[in-house]
């Protein structure tokens, strides 16, 4: 029921739907009982009130009756002489036995009976006022003959001159005084009692125990002694936690006054009789309203089921599904809003954002469909492009990014065969699924693919450093779906070791240069935590007075099995990877450590040069990296020189360019390497700055017998004096190179004429070769 409860927004809707009705109606009620009792209880005091009174009234007049024959008797003639034994027999007479018992006494308050009792009743309240000229009643008394109780009625005798001279006595039964009490001033629910002056109960329709339990007699004195004044009023007495409302009203002038006692459960009977008829038409209407609201929702929240439905096939990745409301309302543009987000989930879903093609998942199903095709598979074939750095880039500058991607992708299209399709294979890679692979191998599309890779070479600006790589395979040579994938991946791969745009098939031998590279990659960064590389430095000489005034740090690898492994098998694997980085801050910080150690030792300290691969150039970080490693060591920038190729620093020319710049205001040196090969390097050599232009040794090889690769030294020694820079030859191995360079005003040359990379500690400084 609970887990029901939580799932079903209709059970919820419902419920609090029945509760708050509930709680409507309960407030309403239990307000108006409050408010319609309050007028209940008024109004019942109300006449209650007035029936006290008007009972008041009547009580007077029937004690008065009682009174009027003691009245008849104290008027008779000559009975103000006191004399009891002349005028018993006239009192007698004139009684005619409407009292029990009847007594005169005389001014001292000494009563005389006609049984010839005589009793001293001075101190008795009733005596004292009918001695002062006041009609009275007593307490209720008990008879000294019958032990019942009676109440004693005492009226003045007047004398001759207006003087009182005694009183006449009539004792009466209370029996007959409760009947006329109880046929007078009848009001249901309610009870009475009658209290005299000094709080006794003379009459009482309450239980004796009321009285008893509460100890009301007690407080009955006090209440009667404070409110005796009043005349008339309200109290309310608690009993068994029960409130009683009691009104009173004195009778007349006779020190009785009247109680009526009622509580509030008899007032408020017929309301909540009312309550409770309410209460059960209230939970009836509730559960009336409850089930109208169920099937409301229920018939309101069929079209969200409906939804909810659609919803889960839509997650179990049926993205067909529509909502087919026809309702103008809130539902119905729910419906619209749902369709027109599986449409943009299903465009998600198979479709790039960025470029709108098909993806790796239409790529899958387009495949598995041209398989399932027996005559289709034998001839299937699959091109995968890579856009070098483009995920570098997107994370870098997307505006960048987003202009490279949509033209690669405009020119791709150019050349799709066919019936095939150019799909976003993933963020740096495209493939075009080929159904008929003679087109691949047909010159056409050979020819636009060369178009392709040469306008793409040809147009890239010079801070664009992205390369291109194709690599494709034939379902015939590789039978599966992940053969025929990873065959192309590993071709494009494998492209990409061309270090320019280029195509490749995919073949088995690549495979094995794949893996070795793999391992070579895992032997680097093993090399690296074991401290297997070191550095060999080659002497940097003036030609004129054949002394070394710098030298080129390079690096070297003593591996533990293969023993000493070139630069050239390792570095170029290297710069495939963040290893590159590594290696060349390894070089850094093994320059300034030789450099600094030979400072502490007094030596003579000279300035190293140290080759930088573009991935480190291009960190954010380079410079400041830089300077924290010879501030560490304490070296003196002028003695570190950068050494950077052409292809380095077009990798990503504009932000290349300020990071030279900025190490130039350090006061490191900066020397372009292998000048003259790769790009046209006179038209940008004057945006680069630098200190030192180092001739390729290609042309230092051809200076014996090429008379042309003399000229062009000459031409690239007399722009760079032009320019104010320096030229350093690389690669002498004779005199007859060295001495045509010093003729041609070339002050600086290296190579194995002067000598082989050395250690440190083999490392010359002075030469005698010229």
């Not at 159904?435 to 890239?460: C, G, H, Q, R, Y």
């Not at 090399?527 to 690096?555: C, G, M």
């Not at 980085?581 to 140290?610: G, T, W």
Request: proline share 3%; with cysteine; aromatic share 10%.
């Amino acid at each position: 029921m609970f887990r029901e409860f939580n799932k079903s927004l209709r059970v919820r809707i419902t419920f609090f739907s029945f509760i708050s009705i509930i709680v409507i109606q309960l407030i309403f009620i239990l307000g108006t009982y409050t408010i319609y009792g309050r007028y209940v209880i008024n109004n019942s005091l109300d006449m209650l009130s007035i029936n006290t009174n008007e009972t008041s009234i009547l009580l007077e007049r029937i004690i008065g009756s009682y009174i009027k024959p003691l009245n008849i008797i104290s008027n008779i003639p000559h009975l103000n002489t006191m004399d009891w034994e002349e005028k018993r027999g006239i009192i007698d007479t004139n009684y005619n036995g409407f009292y029990d018992e009847v007594a005169m006494v005389d001014i001292d308050g000494q009563a005389k009976y006609f049984d010839g009792t005589v009793l001293d009743l001075s101190d008795r309240m009733y005596i004292k006022k009918a001695l002062m000229g006041q009609s009275a009643i007593s307490e209720m008394l008990i008879s000294r003959k019958t032990g019942e109780s009676v109440i004693v009625a005492a009226v003045p005798i007047v004398g001759p001159h207006d003087d009182i001279v005694g009183a006449i006595l009539g004792r009466l039964e209370m029996v007959s005084l409760f009947e006329d009490i109880k046929t007078t001033g009848y009001m249901q629910s309610s009870q009475r009692f009658i209290v005299s002056s000094g709080g006794s109960v003379i009459y009482s329709e309450l239980g004796a125990h009321w009285f008893r339990d509460n100890n009301f007699e007690d407080k009955l004195r006090d209440f009667v002694h404070t409110e005796n004044n009043n005349g008339y009023g309200v109290k309310i007495q608690k009993y068994e936690d029960e409130n009683y409302y009691i009104l009173y009203s004195q009778i007349g002038d006779y020190q009785w006054s009247l109680y009526n006692v009622i509580s509030e459960t008899n007032i408020m009977k017929p309301v909540r009789s009312l309550l409770y008829l309410s209460l059960v038409c209230s939970f009836i209407f509730s559960v009336f309203i409850m089930l109208c609201t169920y099937i409301a929702i229920r018939k309101a929240s069929r079209p969200i089921n409906e939804l909810d439905q659609l919803m889960l096939r839509g997650s179990e990745g049926d993205f067909s599904v529509r909502a087919k409301f026809n309702r103008q309302d809130e539902i119905g543009r729910l419906g619209d809003s749902f369709n027109v987000l599986m449409d943009k989930i299903k465009s998600l879903t198979y479709f790039d954002v960025e470029t709108s093609l098909p993806n790796a998942i239409v790529f899958e199903e387009d495949y598995q469909a041209i398989v399932n095709t027996d005559n289709s598979k034998d001839k299937l074939g699959l091109l995968m492009i890579e856009v070098d750095e483009l995920i570098n880039t997107k994370n870098k500058r997307l505006d960048i990014y987003v202009t490279i991607i949509e033209k690669v992708v405009k020119r791709l299209k150019r050349f799709v065969p066919a019936n095939s399709v150019l799909y976003k294979y993933t963020d740096n890679a495209f493939a075009i699924l080929i159904p008929d692979t003679m087109n691949i191998v047909s010159p056409v599309f050979e020819e636009k693919i060369s178009m392709f890779l040469a306008d793409f070479e040809e147009k890239k600006p010079l801070d664009n450093h992205f390369v291109v790589n194709i690599g494709y395979s034939f379902m015939k040579d590789n039978p599966s779906y992940i053969d025929l994938i990873n065959a192309a991946i590993a071709a494009a791969k494998y492209a990409k070791k061309d270090h320019h745009s280029s195509i490749k098939r995919f073949s088995e031998t690549m495979l094995d240069e794949l893996n070795y590279d793999a391992e070579m990659k895992l032997s680097i960064a093993n090399a690296l935590r074991e401290k297997q590389f070191y550095l060999l430095f080659q002497p940097i000489v003036s030609l004129r007075n054949q002394k070394t005034v710098k030298a080129e740090a390079l690096i070297r690898w003593s591996h533990p099995e293969k023993g000493n492994i070139m630069p050239d098998k390792f570095i170029p694997i290297a710069e495939t990877t963040a290893l590159i980085m590594d290696i060349d801050y390894f070089v850094i910080d093994e320059a300034c450590q030789l450099l600094r150690s030979r400072q502490m030792n007094k030596h003579k300290l000279f300035p190293i040069s140290i080759n930088i691969t573009s991935k480190t150039l291009e960190q954010e970080d380079f410079v400041s990296k830089l300077e924290s490693i010879l501030m560490e060591y304490q070296v003196n920038p002028s003695y570190i020189e950068i050494e950077i190729t052409e292809r380095v620093v077009m990798n990503n020319f504009s932000k290349n360019i300020e990071t030279l710049l900025n190490l130039r205001k350090m006061g490191v040196k900066i020397s372009l390497d292998d000048f003259g090969i790769g790009y046209s390097s006179l038209s940008y050599l004057s945006k680069i700055p630098l200190d030192f232009v180092k001739i390729d040794k290609s042309f230092i090889e051809a200076i014996t017998d090429n008379k042309m690769a003399e000229q062009v030294i000459k031409s690239i020694i007399q722009m760079c004096e032009n320019m104010s820079l320096s030229v350093i030859a690389e690669g002498i191995e004779t005199i007859d190179e060295a001495r045509f360079l010093l003729n041609n005003t070339c002050l600086y040359g290296q190579g194995y004429l002067f000598s082989k990379p050395q250690s440190i500690e083999d490392l010359k400084f002075e030469f005698d070769v010229l």
